[in-house]
């Protein structure tokens, strides 16, 4: 093999990550056992994904961002899905697996569309528009362009309020007190609550893609990690709900009791086809 053949195998998965050999692991220059028992898993997290390593009340925020997402329940997809893969036999890798990749737009999505919409706000705000004026202009052109759902805001079970939010966005007022944060996204996510609420004529709640998007905003992640964070939050409860259904037995069950059959809706002429 030439020194040109060797390069560019090497470079094949060139990486800023790991530095790694035999007897040797670092990570983004930090050897591992500089790392282990000094280092919170939050603190691993924001040093593998963006380098560098946060200060307390950053590495609070996010924490506090990924315990509240941990788990919703068995009525969320991806709870459900972890559950009845779990009857099915599937070792808890895939279990997790199963219950990872119901996180799609609608379940598990919001977060990153939600702080789309706060960047896109938050650009016509620094432009010098008022904020209630940015965060009008920014809601109608997501409509337009996505149509009426605005991501992060209302819930089906919690309303109006979504017990997690308000204790997020306090943790969040308390970091912008100190310096830690700026608040504007904040501020961003409390007018678009007000915006919406003031339209159809009652309060909505903020929910928890809602209040994790300003977040992940305040410390400076870009959206597509409000999804890969909410994975990684949402996959402690499906680790927790796989093991607890593969503790409780059962095979093979379904999203209903074998009881209760789904409703059965024959076909009329019009959802026949033609030839």
């Known amino acids: 093999m030439t020194e040109h053949d060797y390069t560019a195998v090497s470079d094949w998965w060139a990486t800023s990550i790991i530095d790694m050999e035999p007897g040797r692991i670092a990570f983004r220059g930090h050897?591992?056992?500089?790392?282990?028992?000094?280092?919170?898993?939050?603190?691993?997290i924001w040093l593998m994904v963006r380098?560098?390593?946060?200060d307390k009340a950053q590495a609070d925020l996010l924490e506090a961002a990924l315990v509240a997402g941990v788990d919703h329940g068995p009525q969320a997809p991806s709870i459900a899905a972890a559950r009845m893969a779990?009857?099915?036999?599937?070792?808890?890798?895939?279990?997790?697996a199963s219950g990872?990749?119901?996180?799609?737009?609608?379940?598990g999505g919001a977060g990153e569309q939600c702080a789309e919409l706060l960047i896109s706000a938050q650009a016509r705000w620094t432009d010098g528009t008022p904020l209630e004026e940015a965060v009008s202009r920014a809601m109608h052109d997501w409509r337009e362009e996505r149509g009426k759902i605005i991501p992060g805001f209302g819930h089906r079970f919690h309303r109006p309020v979504d017990p997690r939010a308000p204790r997020l966005?306090?943790?969040?007022?308390?970091?912008?007190?100190?310096?830690?944060?700026?608040?504007?996204f904040a501020d961003l996510g409390e007018a678009i609550q007000a915006e919406i609420g003031t339209k159809r004529g009652n309060p909505i709640?903020?929910?928890?893609?809602?209040?994790?998007?300003?977040?992940?905003?305040?410390l400076g992640f870009p959206p597509p990690l409000s999804r890969g964070l909410f994975c990684l939050s949402r996959s402690v409860g499906i680790l927790a709900h796989g093991w607890e259904q593969m503790q409780q037995g059962g095979r093979n069950k379904g999203p209903m009791?074998?009881?209760i059959l789904p409703t059965y809706r024959p076909e009329t002429s019009d959802d026949l086809i033609e030839p």
């Open 31 to 44: 050897p591992i056992e500089s790392l282990i028992g000094t280092l919170s898993f939050t603190e691993m």
């Open 86 to 96: 779990a009857t099915c036999g599937l070792g808890l890798n895939n279990i997790m």
């Open 51 to 54: 380098g560098g390593r946060p």
């Open 257 to 259: 009791p074998p009881s």
């Open 100 to 107: 990872v990749n119901m996180l799609g737009d609608v379940h």
């Open 205 to 218: 709640a903020m929910n928890i893609d809602g209040a994790t998007a300003v977040i992940f905003c305040e």
């Open 169 to 184: 966005m306090a943790l969040v007022r308390a970091a912008a007190t100190s310096g830690a944060v700026s608040g504007r």
